[in-house]
């Protein structure tokens, strides 16, 4: 029986919020961190990362409540009249999804953030361990020149720390990541969780911390991908955040302040959960 934890975008109440649904789950009975492969994207392979480091589930959440444990995030300072007109303009110009992604792609390369180096070393302070885990991490980011999707893992020749901020640099709010001459952007641009990249596992949990919606059009949307993973004898179960977490993350993902509401909201929906194969079930 392989078991696969998916973790999806958000920004930083999308990780501190995965992280309080962890934790919570542990609370219960029902620790999912010792799954055979962790997936992340964007927010999500931040979180995967921190699992996959070992340290346990309690003090990863004290790094998300406690001030004095909290990493040294920026705040994201996002030109959304750009936004709106460059994502805009890609997605109505593109005539195909890989074409859109190439769109974004390259506005994410004209835009202006803060130097690629000053959020490297954001990355760094979130992640407990800069080492590829033994067990099977999948951090997905996206091209910004070809628009293909990228799968890093401890094969790919490609540090940990460059791998999850490539997967999370969102367009137009923080600089895409250089990795062997090639830019990177947000994983989510190709899908919000890419959870067709668990194929084979007997067991898979999704975390989604901004919903099930694809922000961007996808060949690979969550809701056909879970269930193409069904159709294949998977057991799957996609959790978002309820109406108390949803409102603890709030409108922007990205402001550092949602992260001790968004975790201890999630650790409380984490509680009342029950997989449907756990015993609470």
Not at 68 to 88: H, N, P, S, T, V
């Amino acid at each position: 029986m392989t078991e696969a934890l998916v973790l999806g975008g958000g920004g930083v109440g999308g990780i501190a919020w995965i992280t309080g649904l962890l934790a919570g789950l542990a609370d219960t009975g029902q620790d999912v961190t010792g799954a055979d492969l962790l997936l992340g994207t964007s927010a999500g392979s931040t979180v995967a990362a921190q699992v996959g480091s070992g340290l346990a589930l309690e003090e990863l959440y004290a790094r998300q409540v406690d001030p004095a444990l909290q990493a040294a995030e920026i705040m994201a300072e996002m030109d959304l009249e750009w936004f709106a007109a460059e994502i805009g303009a890609a997605t109505g110009a593109a005539a195909s999804v890989p074409e859109l992604r190439r769109a974004v792609g390259r506005a994410a390369l004209g835009a202006r953030t803060v130097p690629e180096v000053e959020r490297r070393a954001v990355i760094e302070s979130r992640l407990p361990s800069h080492a590829w885990p033994d067990r099977t991490l999948k951090v997905v980011a996206v091209d910004a020149e070809s628009g293909e999707a990228r799968v890093f893992d401890k094969d790919s020749g490609v540090p940990l720390v460059d791998a999850v901020a490539a997967s999370c640099a969102v367009p137009g709010v923080w600089p895409p990541v250089t990795i062997g001459g090639r830019r990177y952007v947000d994983g989510g641009v190709r899908s919000i969780a890419n959870v067709d990249q668990a194929a084979g596992a007997d067991r898979v949990v999704v975390l989604v911390p901004l919903g099930t919606t694809e922000p961007f059009p996808s060949e690979q949307p969550l809701e056909r991908a879970v269930e193409e993973l069904r159709e294949r004898g998977a057991e799957v179960v996609v959790v978002a955040p309820d109406e108390a977490s949803r409102a603890a993350i709030g409108d922007n993902a990205l402001d550092p302040a949602t992260r001790r509401p968004a975790a201890e909201a999630g650790r409380a929906q984490g509680r009342r959960l029950s997989l449907p194969w756990s015993d609470r079930s």
